[in-house]
């Protein structure tokens, strides 16, 4: 193998796949990063056996053929060399590979492409095309919401729910649920529920562009995501993801209506006060207005009025700021309706009809 390429599309490549790197597996090959060089691009390829990424970089190699390298050390190496010189790559005997950049010369020991674990094959399996834009927006209002408690492994990833008519995602962490959907006609063959951990949709966030399309794959266990440079394979959790759609409230009559960014500013100035065992901050609704306050012992207090559109009755009512930043912050909306209808009821935001976010109170001590 032989190829010429240049510093900036290497670092990038490596930083694309660099997450599914092993770092605790006992398997050597697995710190290792898998460079293909094909007649029209230099794959690379990552794998920790749960995730696998790959990312190609178009070259025109002199010779083609593989070989793994250990990836910190490769990717150290390449930091280090100049901006502006041509590198070359290319394979001993003995799978000596060979890095040369200007008067630079760089031999590290690697190991054959056979060793490392090979991904699956997707081809003629079950697939629906999305923009990437629609995915990246639809997990970003969701995967916020996900569990990171291990003992509930079920909820560590977004559920994903085709029908149809629809492609539905949702996440939760039994103490909040965001579910996003929207419309499509699809293939009543395509019809499934899997849930995709969370490292999965980590990848897909930082992989996702604002154009082009994404292609995913599914079969029983793994979903194969192609955005054509970059491909990310995952397993898929395994389990009974909870009755969700039971713990949605029906809409309610009398809303909080008031822009985002003012709710948003209030909240976080009111959290300003809270600490490990004192997390809720306390909010007073009353006609056109909410007081939005914390006191805290030895440590202080906050009190944030703000005018708002409102004429329910008077609530006072305890939530978790964490769970309204996370959500005020993702939205685009310059106004949000915001459903209170008791202190020990759950709090809800709708967006149309596709956006649904539900927060269970907390006790105001």
């Known amino acids: 193998m032989k ?98 950049c200007g008067k630079s010369v760089f031999k590290i020991m ?50 994903f729910v085709i029908k149809p008519t629809y492609i539905r995602m949702v996440a939760t962490d039994g103490r909040r649920l965001a ?30 562009s604002e154009e082009g399309d994404v292609k995913i794959f599914f079969n029983d266990n793994q979903i194969f995501f192609d955005m054509g440079k970059t491909r990310i394979v995952s397993r898929l959790i395994e389990g009974e993801f909870p009755n969700y759609e039971q713990v949605i409230p029906k809409e309610a009559k009398d809303k909080l209506i008031t822009p985002k960014d003012t709710f948003l500013s209030a909240v976080k100035r009111a959290a300003l006060f809270t600490n490990q065992d004192s997390a809720a901050v306390k ?30 009755k008077e609530i006072s009512v305890g939530f978790n700021p964490d769970y309204l930043v996370d959500l005020l912050k993702n939205i685009d909306e310059e106004k949000i309706a915001f459903e209170v209808t008791d202190p020990d009821k759950p709090g809800v935001v709708r967006i149309g009809t596709e956006y649904i976010y539900v927060v269970l109170p907390m006790q105001i001590t």
Do not use: C, W
């Open 3 to 100: 190829f010429n390429t240049t510093k900036d599309a290497l670092l990038k490549g490596i930083q694309e796949v660099q997450s599914a790197i092993s770092t605790k597996s006992s398997l050597p090959i697995l710190l290792n990063i898998l460079l293909e060089a094909t007649e029209e691009n230099l794959v690379l390829t990552t794998t920790d056996l749960d995730i696998g990424i790959t990312s190609k970089i178009p070259i025109k190699p002199q010779i083609t053929g593989a070989i793994t390298i250990p990836a910190k050390k490769f990717s150290d190496i390449i930091k280090e060399l100049p901006e502006n010189e041509q590198i070359s790559i290319s394979v001993k005997k003995n799978n000596l590979v060979n890095i040369e």
């Open 110 to 159: 690697g190991l054959p492409k056979e060793e490392f674990p090979q991904l699956p094959e997707f081809k003629d399996k079950d697939s629906l095309t999305l923009q990437q834009k629609k995915l990246r927006s639809m997990l970003r209002l969701t995967r916020f919401a996900i569990s990171h408690d291990e003992s509930r492994y079920v909820l560590n990833g977004v559920l």
């Open 179 to 208: 579910m996003v959907e929207d419309k499509m006609q699809l293939p009543k063959t395509l019809e499934r529920k899997f849930i995709v951990p969370t490292k999965a949709v980590n990848e897909l966030d930082r992989a996702l």
């Open 283 to 312: 909010m007073d609704l009353s006609k056109d207005k909410i007081v939005i306050s914390k006191n805290t012992p030895y440590l202080g207090e906050a009190r944030v009025e703000v005018e708002v559109e409102y004429k329910g």
